[in-house]
Nanobody, 119 residues
Framework: QVQLVESGGGLVQAGGSLKLSCVTS????????LAWFRQAPGKEREFVAT????????YYADSVKGRFTISTDNAKNTLYLQMNNLKPEDTAVYYC????????????WGQGTQVTVSS
C-alpha cells in the first residue's frame, strides 16, 4: 500500500522559511515524478514544483521560482520542499503527490499539511 505522509507545515511570518517533508512508503519510485501542489481556501489546487525521483529533473511554478527548492533523499524515501521568503499568498494546504512518468495524472496523494504565512 503506497503512502505519502507530509509534515513540516506551520505558521510563519512573511519573509520567513519552512521546510516540508513527504515520507513515501509502499513502493519504489524509480520511474516516477514526485510533486508538490497547494490549495488555498476558495481556490483550486495548483502545481508548485516537481522532481524526477531518479534523474532529478526539476520544474517550478513561476510564482515560487527562486524562492522554493524541491529535492529528494532517496535513501530516506523522502521528498522535501524548502520554502524561503514566504509571502501571505503562499498560505495553503500543501500536498505531495506521485505519478508514473508515462501517466497523465497523479496516482497517489498525501493528506496535506497547512502552511500559514502572516503579514
Amino acid at each position: 500500500q503506497v503512502q505519502l505522509v507530509e509534515s513540516g507545515g506551520g505558521l510563519v511570518q512573511a519573509g520567513g522559511s519552512l521546510k516540508l517533508s513527504c515520507v513515501t512508503s509502499g513502493r519504489t519510485f524509480s520511474n516516477w515524478y514526485l510533486a508538490w501542489f497547494r490549495q488555498a481556501p476558495g481556490k483550486e489546487r495548483e502545481f508548485v514544483a516537481t522532481i524526477q525521483w531518479i534523474g532529478g529533473r526539476l520544474y517550478y511554478a513561476d510564482s515560487v521560482k527562486g524562492r522554493f527548492t524541491i529535492s529528494t533523499d532517496n535513501a530516506k524515501n523522502t521528498l522535501y520542499l524548502q520554502m524561503n521568503n514566504l509571502k501571505p499568498e503562499d498560505t495553503a494546504v500543501y500536498y505531495c503527490a506521485a505519478r508514473y512518468y508515462a501517466s497523465g495524472s497523479y496516482d497517489y496523494w498525501g493528506q496535506g499539511t497547512q502552511v500559514t504565512v502572516s503579514s
